[in-house]
């Protein structure tokens, strides 16, 4: 099994099980069976990018959070935050963040 594969279906159970759902209603709103759906929780199955879109709106969360994790609330601000600024200040912002971050190294 892949690392991967065991950590997304981590984060799909945790959602599931947050939101009350069992495999078979999670199965039902993504249109995949329940088995798949233990088989993915496991990590013993990879995801498509179909079914990791199927999940994300089965599950009402962003793909990335099933991929990666919750970002912190802060990043989820700095992010729309930078998409208030005009598309050519953004890469000047950008250069900015990564100057800081290497002063903090």
């Known amino acids: 099994m892949k690392d991967i594969n065991i950590e997304v279906g981590t984060r799909i159970k945790e ?7 069992t495999r ?10 329940a088995n798949f759906i233990q088989e993915v929780e496991r990590g013993r199955s990879g995801l498509s ?16 959070s099933l991929l990666f994790g919750d970002a912190p609330v802060e990043f989820s601000y700095i992010v729309q ?6 598309p050519q200040k953004r890469e000047h912002i950008i250069r ?10």
């Open 96 to 105: 900015m963040i990564e100057e800081a971050i290497a002063c903090t190294q």
């Open 81 to 86: 935050k930078l998409k208030e600024v005009p």
């Open 49 to 64: 990018s179909e079914s990791i879109r199927a999940l994300s709106m089965a599950l009402k969360v962003s793909a990335d």
């Open 24 to 33: 078979e209603d999670l199965a039902q709103l993504s249109g995949y069976t």
């Open 15 to 21: 959602k599931r099980l947050a939101q009350k759902l």
